[in-house]
């Protein structure tokens, strides 16, 4: 089966589409197929492309899967700010110039967001009690 959009639907991007996957993992009961993923998705996405989010997904660290037959049952082992993270590391991770990268990041931040950011820091320098 194939999807079949209308004239003038909205394609969904691929992070989008990834986010909507693991939403719907972190919904289910336990470890389920990609089938179950694809019924709940709804809107006529194709199967295939379920598995190829689904495989993304899990060479990203965003999910854990297990043999079950001929396929998989697929866990969300992150949430949607974890998928997030995956995606700005990876992008981080592909330049050779971390410090401008990073640079460049913080700089484009609003006030209340750079304010944040450096909250964040200082609980995660924070030496724990007992140390």
Same mark, same amino acid.
């Given at each position: 089966?194939?999807?079949? +959009?209308?004239?003038?639907?909205? +394609?969904?991007?691929?992070?989008?589409?990834?986010?909507?996957?693991?939403?719907?993992?972190?919904?289910? !009961?336990? !470890?389920?197929?990609?089938? #179950?993923?694809?019924?709940? @998705?709804?809107?006529?996405? $194709?199967?295939?492309?379920?598995?190829?989010?689904?495989?993304?997904?899990?060479?990203?660290?965003?999910?854990?899967?297990? +043999?079950? %037959?001929?396929?998989?049952? #697929?866990? $969300?082992?992150?949430?949607?700010?974890?998928?997030?993270?995956?995606?700005?590391?990876?992008?981080?991770?592909?330049?050779?110039?971390?410090?401008?990268?990073?640079?460049?990041?913080?700089?484009? @931040?609003? !006030?209340?967001?750079?304010?944040?950011?450096?909250?964040? @820091?200082?609980?995660?320098? $924070? !030496?724990?009690? %007992?140390?």
């Amino acid at each position: 089966m194939t999807e079949q +959009r209308g004239f003038g639907a909205r +394609r969904r991007g691929q992070g989008e589409l990834e986010t909507q996957v693991l939403a719907t993992l972190r919904a289910a !009961p336990g !470890p389920v197929v990609a089938g #179950w993923v694809q019924e709940r @998705l709804g809107g006529g996405l $194709a199967y295939t492309t379920v598995v190829t989010i689904l495989t993304r997904l899990h060479a990203k660290g965003a999910v854990a899967r297990e +043999r079950s %037959g001929r396929s998989f049952q #697929w866990t $969300a082992v992150a949430d949607e700010a974890g998928l997030a993270a995956l995606r700005m590391r990876r992008v981080l991770d592909s330049e050779t110039d971390r410090e401008a990268v990073l640079a460049s990041f913080v700089n484009t @931040l609003s !006030p209340g967001d750079e304010r944040l950011l450096r909250a964040l @820091l200082e609980t995660a320098e $924070a !030496p724990e009690e %007992g140390d």
